[in-house]
């Protein structure tokens, strides 16, 4: 997959009309039916839920998702570019959900709607792109997702980081969003919010890896992140690869599973001002 992970709204109005190149509107449905990117095609990032990422679980995300992108005349070989209003959870799970079903080359419009707002060439419109359904095959890269087998097998073991990016009252066990409340045993925290700047634009890869090294993570750790549902720790595996950071796998079933399954272990991580 092309490393090119964030391109700039310059670069998308001189692509509109090239045939290899596809947008995809990852807000809801309303919004995009409001006002969309010229030819960019609809996409609910956070339609479909996925809290089981056993292998059959694993299976069910790969394969509904292939129906999608088929629907929507993908077939894994052109240049996707994903964007919301601004850089944000919505496509960073859509970007992750296309690079993890093996998409050729996938990217974020870095700032979104926001950042494109008069650009010439990407004024907004409401006309419906024409597109045919396309044969979708899925190639998923195991490099970019673990299960919940997986990693509960592996938790304490070396070289393996866990990354919690959720809100702190979530990872701190003050905000109860399942069964039980806290955190994987041994995560680490820093909120998937903290990547962005007050543009809504990516921070410079810079300085995400100087704020991720403080946390201790080196570029050549094996890095599992972790959210609620999914969406913020992909924005943080896209910022991580951003940053240098190469082996960085989202947690599939996020804690929608993990904190809804008795069998599995968690812990109450107290704030530092009060350990």
Known sequence: MSEELFVDPQWVAQHLDDDGVVLLDARAAKDYWAGHLPGARPFDANLLSYPDSTAAGLAALVNQHAGLFSLLGLSGTEHVV????????????????????????VAVLDGGLHAASGVAGLSLTRDAP??????????????????VDELRQRLGSDGLRILDTRRAGEYYGE???????????????????????ERG???A????RK????????????????????????????ALRAAGYTHVRNYAGAWNE??????????????????
Request: charged share 30%; aromatic share 8%.
């Open 82 to 105: 994903v964007y919301e209003d601004r850089w944000d959870t919505r496509a960073a799970r859509a970007a992750w959900l296309l690079a993890y079903l093996g998409q050729e080359r």
């Open 205 to 208: 890869a810079a300085d995400i």
């Open 211 to 238: 704020e991720y090294e403080s946390l201790g993570l080196r570029a050549d750790d094996e890095i599992v992140v972790y959210c609620g549902g999914g969406p913020r720790a992909a924005h943080t595996l896209w």
């Open 130 to 147: 024409a597109y045919r359904p396309r044969p979708y095959v899925a190639r998923p890269r195991v490099s970019l997702a673990i299960g």
């Open 175 to 197: 905000e109860k969003r399942a069964r039980r409340s806290g955190a994987i045993p041994g995560a680490l925290h820093r909120e998937h919010a903290r990547n962005i700047d």
């Open 201 to 203: 634009r990516a921070k």
């Open 258 to 275: 993990w904190g809804n399954r008795e069998d599995l272990p968690i812990v109450t991580p107290k704030p530092a001002a009060a350990a």
